[in-house]
């Protein structure tokens, strides 16, 4: 079965620090898809990145940056520059393209990441 | 707009009193599901639904209920509350089971059996 493990249950960094968040997976599908999750305090999640098991490319947007390396497993990721407003809870979470058990998404513990001015 | 409506966002209610939280969607995706938010956890699946009248059960279904008579709504049922199930709750939907698609999620709803 899938899992997803964020090892890193807290962070604290202070604004404008750089910050990696982990992000460990296991699946025997050969296809599949990594997702990341922003929750703000206001509780929503909000989606931040799709990618498929197909595409390593690291990928950029603006302050973010994730980091997919198959031969570890790993979908990392990097907030450059942290501001206050990054302040949340943020999830990994795995989706597997042929799971009998219809799970959508498996998530991982969260991580919750404290940004101090 | 696309979303997904929970109702409500917060409840308290006694143990053994029946509720049920409602989710609708408008954006005629065929695949719904039911999460719950715990510390340390993260969300994990109670049922889902991959289209009208089909639902199963997902990692943690014991004590809930669901139905899917219509397309846009797939409430939850706790026919018994327990303390066991406070917790914060997110219906989602999408176009596609296996994460071909962007998930949708509800807003969520914190509940509170004592």
């Known amino acids: 079965a899938q899992k997803v493990t964020q090892a890193q249950t807290e962070i604290s960094v202070v604004e404008k620090e750089d910050v990696t968040l982990d992000c460990v997976y296991e699946?025997?599908?050969?296809?599949?898809?990594l997702f990341w999750y922003k929750q703000p305090p206001s509780g929503e999640l909000v989606f931040l990145i799709r990618r498929n098991s197909f595409d390593e490319q690291n990928e950029i947007s603006g302050r973010y940056s994730w980091n997919f390396q198959k031969s570890t497993s790993s979908f990392n990721f990097t907030i450059t520059a942290s501001q206050v407003v990054d302040s949340a809870v943020y999830f990994c979470?795995?989706?597997?393209?042929?799971?009998?058990?219809?799970?959508?998404?498996?998530f991982g513990g969260g991580t919750r990441l404290m940004v101090k001015p | 707009e696309a979303q997904v409506t929970q109702n409500p966002r917060y409840l308290i209610t006694v143990t053994g009193k029946k509720l049920t939280v409602t989710c609708s969607q408008n954006?005629?995706?065929?695949?719904m599901s039911w999460y719950r938010q715990d510390p340390g956890l993260g969300l994990r699946q109670i049922y889902y639904s991959m289209n009208v009248e089909v639902t199963d059960k997902g990692d943690v279904p014991e004590g809930y209920k669901v139905s899917r008579k219509e397309k846009r709504n797939f409430p939850l049922i706790l026919e018994s509350p327990s303390p066991n199930q406070t917790s914060l709750y997110f219906c989602?939907?999408?176009?596609?089971?296996?994460?071909?698609?962007?998930?949708?999620f509800g807003q969520g709803t914190r509940l509170t059996v004592v």
């Open positions: 989602a939907s999408s176009s596609h089971s296996q994460g071909r698609a962007e998930a949708f």
């Open positions: 979470a795995l989706s597997e393209e042929y799971d009998n058990a219809g799970n959508m998404l498996t």
């Open positions: 699946t025997r599908d050969t296809t599949y898809y």
């Open positions: 954006m005629n995706h065929e695949y």
